[in-house]
């Protein structure tokens, strides 16, 4: 829960959503557990953090079982009631002091080219809407957008082939899903333009009217990942994170997600934002005050391997996939959605 890495971090929080129980014959249930690292004896033991936080009575409230340094409870399922706890127990646990969530109303996705940021932002989307936040999802990349139709195509030419793998769908079939992804690649070539200061300041005023609707909650948007240099093999060798463009972006939002496949990447990004100058080029985000970091995530790679119809393995990666976005657990992602939607009901109130 520091969120400093497994090797530096003496609490870990898991949440399991919906989780069933044939051997004892339980109902479903939201489970939470809390443990201790086994070799942090110089630290409170997880039942004593929970007693001074808490209060003994919280243990017996909710039931709390296990031995001292490895708490869990069984939870009605119940989105909220179950983000409300497992944000308290988040916050008693961290360590140091929490992001203060309650002034932010939008936040963009940061990251390196291809790192992952717009499956993210819709796994981000999905976990606020699921805590019942009123959100509005801004796609901010003006010179290359990526439109609904475009995943749509994308999505069905991606299950298209893995039905075809599976042996379910005809060639024919999986040829017509491949066709309607090409010409909407097309489609979209032709809507790209020139990145100009001009674009940017329009993705920027669109960001903070979004931030502004009455009906609004929260707000995310995704951006470019930079300007790329690649070498005459086709190797990236040098990424300008804070464009011009992307600088003038930044200064519209409260808050931003940094997501990275590397961490040289993250610490990258997290530097810019923080100073809110880029050294070598000098391109400063022109702002009053400072951007808040309330995320920092690592994208990683996660495939299974799966036999075709030949009989052949294959290798499916599925992290990064939009087809499954929707559908994705992410576990650090859904706590930062519990505090957005706690600072959300504050407001409101």
């Given at each position: 829960?520091?969120?400093?890495?497994?090797?530096?971090?003496?609490?870990?929080?898991?949440i399991?959503?919906?989780?069933g129980d044939i051997k004892?014959g339980?109902?479903?249930?939201?489970?939470?557990?809390i443990i201790r690292?086994?070799?942090?004896?110089?630290?409170?033991s997880v039942?004593?953090?929970?007693?001074?936080?808490?209060?003994?009575?919280?243990?017996?409230?909710?039931?709390?079982?296990?031995a001292?340094?490895?708490?869990?409870v069984?939870?009605?399922v119940?989105?909220?009631?179950?983000?409300?706890i497992?944000?308290?127990l988040?916050?008693a646990?961290?360590?140091?002091?929490?992001?203060?969530?309650?002034q932010?109303r939008?936040?963009?996705?940061?990251?390196?080219?291809?790192s992952?940021?717009s499956?993210?932002?819709t796994?981000f989307?999905?976990?606020?809407?699921?805590l019942?936040?009123?959100?509005?999802?801004l796609?901010?990349?003006k010179?290359?957008?990526?439109?609904q139709?475009?995943?749509?195509?994308?999505?069905?030419?991606?299950?298209?082939k893995?039905?075809?793998s599976?042996?379910?769908?005809?060639?024919?079939?999986?040829d017509?899903?491949?066709n309607k992804?090409?010409?909407?690649?097309?489609?979209?070539?032709?809507?790209?333009?020139?990145?100009?200061?001009d674009?940017?300041?329009?993705?920027k005023?669109?960001?903070?009217?979004?931030?502004?609707e009455?009906?609004?909650?929260?707000v995310?948007?995704d951006i470019?990942?930079?300007?790329?240099k690649?070498?005459?093999?086709?190797?990236?060798?040098?990424?300008t994170?804070l464009?011009?463009?992307n600088?003038?972006?930044l200064?519209?939002t409260?808050?931003v997600?940094?997501?990275?496949?590397?961490?040289?990447?993250?610490?990258?990004?997290?530097?810019?934002?923080?100073?809110?100058?880029d050294p070598?080029?000098?391109?400063?985000?022109q702002?009053?005050?400072?951007i808040?970091i309330?995320?920092?995530?690592?994208s990683?790679?996660?495939?299974?391997?799966q036999?075709?119809?030949?009989?052949?393995?294959?290798g499916i990666i599925?992290n990064l996939?939009?087809s499954?976005?929707?559908?994705?657990y992410?576990?650090?992602?859904?706590?930062?959605?519990?505090f957005?939607?706690e600072?959300?009901?504050?407001?409101?109130?």
């Amino acid at each position: 829960v520091e969120n400093a890495g497994t090797e530096k971090t003496p609490y870990a929080i898991g949440i399991l959503r919906e989780l069933g129980d044939i051997k004892m014959g339980r109902e479903l249930a939201d489970a939470i557990t809390i443990i201790r690292h086994w070799t942090r004896e110089n630290l409170p033991s997880v039942e004593e953090i929970i007693t001074r936080h808490f209060g003994e009575d919280f243990i017996e409230k909710y039931k709390m079982y296990g031995a001292k340094n490895a708490k869990t409870v069984r939870l009605p399922v119940n989105d909220r009631e179950t983000a409300k706890i497992a944000t308290q127990l988040v916050e008693a646990f961290a360590g140091q002091e929490m992001p203060d969530f309650s002034q932010v109303r939008s936040v963009v996705m940061c990251g390196d080219p291809n790192s992952g940021k717009s499956v993210y932002s819709t796994i981000f989307r999905e976990a606020l809407k699921t805590l019942g936040v009123q959100v509005t999802h801004l796609d901010l990349d003006k010179a290359a957008p990526t439109p609904q139709w475009f995943l749509d195509a994308e999505i069905a030419s991606k299950e298209a082939k893995l039905l075809f793998s599976q042996g379910k769908l005809s060639q024919e079939k999986l040829d017509e899903a491949k066709n309607k992804l090409e010409e909407a690649a097309e489609k979209r070539r032709t809507m790209k333009r020139p990145w100009s200061i001009d674009l940017a300041e329009e993705a920027k005023q669109e960001l903070l009217a979004a931030a502004q609707e009455e009906k609004t909650d929260f707000v995310i948007g995704d951006i470019g990942g930079g300007r790329i240099k690649k070498d005459e093999q086709g190797k990236i060798v040098k990424i300008t994170r804070l464009t011009a463009e992307n600088a003038r972006i930044l200064e519209g939002t409260d808050a931003v997600i940094i997501v990275s496949n590397n961490p040289q990447g993250a610490a990258e990004w997290k530097k810019l934002v923080e100073t809110g100058i880029d050294p070598e080029t000098g391109v400063r985000i022109q702002r009053d005050k400072s951007i808040q970091i309330i995320g920092i995530y690592q994208s990683i790679l996660e495939g299974n391997v799966q036999e075709t119809a030949t009989g052949e393995k294959t290798g499916i990666i599925t992290n990064l996939d939009r087809s499954k976005a929707e559908k994705k657990y992410n576990p650090a992602i859904f706590t930062t959605a519990m505090f957005v939607s706690e600072a959300v009901e504050l407001r409101k109130k």
